[in-house]
């Protein structure tokens, strides 16, 4: 399609993030993400299996997904993105009814996982993040807030309607009606609102510097010290989280909540998720992002002393909405920070290469919670686990540059072009914003 530079930040732009909103919201990470806490006790009582062999899925997807990464990043940086849209749409939508018709065969339920990270890719956040960066310059904090802030939205208006699903029919209808809202309001939006812009020049001059160093190829990632710095945060951040979310109503109903109760404290949650998102993004339009990224650690590491120390459902719905507010927010800030230390062309491998980061945090840690809980039928082990991770993660936030000093640090490297080297002044100037 024909595009100029007056199409960024305009009235295409708002609808094109509209669809990519409503696809998020009922995409795997709001729809599954946000619900597969109150789908631990069903599986657990209908197919004999343990909490820890249940947690494992998402331990076999952190083993198999960073090896998948840099292709999906190449995929999405080179491959017309609107197909990849559809496609993924209709793929997981037959994979989440795929769920329904399990038996009690745990390896076929380990392949359904594995099937859904390759069917989701198409619909992924990624995917939509990189639609997101082609249509916003000024506004992309914004607009990558808003985006995230859809999922959260997920993790508000999803849990009561699975939870009653579940009570009243069963998780196997709790999964075809997943697969049917992905289908149907999902597909719509991506057919009606998604299109993509094929983008002239960078709209901010200095954007586009290669701010790692090294180059966008895997080996190029691996040789920033950038690259590594933020990989920590994600990966120390990603198993703190992943520790906690994913037994999260679990958690709380071994406390005594009812299975409505938690279901209600996963929507806390997403209301804290979704003005975190919001608020992150309004932020980091305004405020250096690294800064963002030491702060946005420390009120999730608050939660984790709240939910080891407090009873009762008024400390829940603190901690809950604590972790949603403070703990969403860092997708948003992770997407910027990968748009502006690297290439916006590479956008993808650097999202997808910080991305294995975070699935290998967030997926060894929900199986670690369930082999502490099975061995010692408490998750105070894993409270505690999480609460480490996440002064870890301030750590590595703190070593993060700022985007104005990697530039000046690194413009002598050989991967920064000239045109880019004449820019390096408005990027400096411009490092505020960043």
């Known amino acids: 399609m024909n595009s100029s530079k007056s199409d960024v930040d305009s009235k295409a732009s708002w609808k094109v993030l509209v669809g990519c909103c409503l696809v998020a919201l009922f995409g795997v990470t709001a729809l599954y993400g946000s619900t597969f806490g109150l789908f631990l006790i069903p599986m657990e009582q209908h197919l004999h299996w343990s909490r820890a ?71 992924s956040l990624l995917t939509l993040a990189k639609l997101v960066q082609q249509w916003f310059d000024a506004s992309l904090g914004k607009g990558l807030g808003i985006l995230f802030a859809a999922t959260a939205v997920g993790s508000v208006i999803h849990p009561p309607w699975v939870g009653y699903v579940l009570t009243h029919w069963g998780w196997r209808d709790a999964f075809f009606a997943m697969g049917l809202m992905s289908l149907l309001l999902g597909g719509a939006a991506a057919l009606l609102l998604i299109r993509e812009r094929e983008p002239e020049q960078p709209a901010r001059a200095g954007v586009n510097v290669t701010r790692g160093g090294s180059g966008s190829s895997m080996l190029g990632f691996l040789k920033s010290p950038t690259w590594w710095a933020l990989a920590w945060w994600n990966l120390f951040f990603g198993f703190a989280i992943g520790a906690i979310m994913m037994h999260f109503a679990a958690l709380l109903q071994g406390r005594g909540l009812s299975l409505a109760q938690a279901a209600a404290m996963l929507s806390v ?148 072009t000239a045109p880019a080297a004449k820019a390096g002044g408005v990027a400096a100037a411009s490092s505020t914003t960043q």
Not at 88 to 108: P, R
Not at 304 to 314: P, R
Request: proline letters at 4%; hydrophobic letters at 55%.
């Open 269 to 416: 949650m997403g209301v804290g998720g979704f003005s975190g998102n919001l608020l992150a993004g309004w932020l980091i339009d305004r405020f250096p992002a690294t800064w963002l990224a030491r702060g946005f650690v420390l009120a999730p590491l608050g939660a984790v002393v709240l939910l080891y120390f407090g009873h009762g459902l008024a400390a829940a719905a603190i901690a809950a909405l604590m972790l949603g507010l403070f703990s969403s927010g860092d997708h948003a800030l992770g997407a910027f920070l990968a748009r502006r230390y690297f290439p916006a062309e590479a956008f993808g491998r650097a999202s997808a290469t910080q991305m294995m980061a975070a699935t290998l945090g967030g997926g060894v840690s929900p199986w670690i919670s369930g082999l502490v809980y099975d061995a010692t039928h408490s998750y105070d082990a894993s409270l505690m686990m999480a609460g480490v991770a996440f002064v870890l993660a301030t750590i590595a936030a703190w070593r993060l540059p700022k985007v104005g000093e990697q530039v000046s640090q690194e413009a002598s490297d050989d991967e920064v």
């Open 53 to 123: 062999q249940i947690a494992f899925s998402m331990t076999l997807v952190t083993i198999i997904g960073p090896l998948s990464m840099p292709l999906v990043g190449w995929v999405i940086d080179n491959l017309p993105l609107r197909p990849l849209v559809l496609w993924g749409v209709l793929l997981q939508s037959v994979n989440f009814a795929a769920f329904g018709m399990m038996n009690g065969n745990v390896l076929f339920y380990y392949l359904l996982c594995v099937a859904l990270m390759f069917t989701a890719t198409g619909a």
